[in-house]
Nanobody, 120 residues
Framework: QVQLVESGGGLVQAGGSLRLSCAASGSILSIYVMGWYRQAPGKQRELVAQITGAGSAFYADSVKGRFIISRDSAKNTVYLQMDSLKSEDTAVYYC??????????????WGQGTQVTVSS
C-alpha cells in the first residue's frame, strides 16, 4: 500500500509564503513523477507543478516565477515553495505521484489534500 502524506498548508496574507511537503511511503519501487494539483471551490482540479525523477520541472503559467517545486528522491518527498501568494492561490492542494510498487506497475496516487488560504 502507498501513502502520500502532505503538510504545510495554512492561512497566510497576500504576498506571504508557504512551503508544502509531501512524503510518499509504502512498497515503492520507483517514483516517476511527483507533483501538486489544486482545487478551488467550484473549480476543477488543476496541475500546479510537477517534477520528474531526473529533475525536470513543469509549472502552470499562473504560478511561474512564484512557486518552486523540488524533490528529495532519497526521502521520496516533494516540496512546493510558494512565494508572493495571491488570493487566487486559495485552494486545497493535493500531492500526486506516478509510481510503481513491488507489487504493481505504474499507477497514480493522491494525498488527502491540504488547505491553503490566502487572505487579501
Amino acid at each position: 500500500q502507498v501513502q502520500l502524506v502532505e503538510s504545510g498548508g495554512g492561512l497566510v496574507q497576500a504576498g506571504g509564503s508557504l512551503r508544502l511537503s509531501c512524503a510518499a511511503s509504502g512498497s515503492i519501487l520507483s517514483i516517476y513523477v511527483m507533483g501538486w494539483y489544486r482545487q478551488a471551490p467550484g473549480k476543477q482540479r488543476e496541475l500546479v507543478a510537477q517534477i520528474t525523477g531526473a529533475g525536470s520541472a513543469f509549472y502552470a503559467d499562473s504560478v511561474k516565477g512564484r512557486f518552486i517545486i523540488s524533490r528529495d528522491s532519497a526521502k521520496n518527498t516533494v516540496y512546493l515553495q510558494m512565494d508572493s501568494l495571491k488570493s487566487e492561490d486559495t485552494a486545497v492542494y493535493y500531492c500526486n505521484a506516478q509510481l510503481a510498487t513491488y507489487y504493481s506497475g505504474p499507477s497514480q496516487y493522491w494525498g488527502q489534500g491540504t488547505q491553503v488560504t490566502v487572505s487579501s
